[in-house]
């Protein structure tokens, strides 16, 4: 699960192309501005000048830092997130370190809740959790009763049971 930006290019194309690899389902949501339906939308926090500030680039592993001088951080406050100023204090390790590969997703759906003007909006992949695809467990549950009842004889099977002749 994962958000970024269209005027984002290269951050676009890096989680465009991480979701692509990804085996399984996958979710990416485009901030997307429409020049007719919806013009404008998210500049408030997507515009050059204020992007650095308003904007939390998600990288795994990394503690939630932000802000043009990277002076910014989030923190949780009990269960609930909260921006703080660094200094006075207040240190990278007090703050929230990223991690995609949660096997809950409670930090993803904070992440997902965070929105401007209350919060930095976070970009980058939200939540990453490898699991066997459908495809993968038809291929394991084939395997395992192959391995316990034999392969099978498609023959047999067609003339066991109740048949008859059709003329």
Request: include cysteine; aromatic fraction near 8%.
């Amino acid at each position: 699960m994962a958000r970024s930006v269209d005027t984002h290019t290269e951050h676009l194309q890096g989680t465009l192309e991480r979701a692509g690899f990804h085996r399984g389902s996958v979710f990416v949501e485009v901030l997307q501005n429409c020049n007719i339906f919806n013009d404008g939308a998210y500049r408030e926090f997507t515009d050059r000048e204020v992007r650095e500030d308003r904007m939390l680039v998600l990288e795994h592993g990394q503690p939630m830092i932000f802000g043009k001088d990277r002076d910014k951080g989030i923190r949780l406050r009990g269960l609930h997130p909260e921006v703080v100023q660094l200094g006075h204090g207040i240190t990278e390790e007090d703050l929230v370190v990223h991690d995609e590969k949660a096997e809950d997703p409670y930090l993803a759906f904070m992440l997902s809740r965070m929105w401007w003007p209350d919060f930095p909006v976070p970009v980058g992949v939200l939540r990453n959790i490898e699991r066997p695809t459908h495809d993968q467990l038809m291929v394991d549950q084939i395997a395992s009763e192959v391995a316990r009842r034999g392969p099978g004889d498609l023959e047999a099977l067609l003339a066991s049971g109740d048949t008859w002749v059709v003329k």
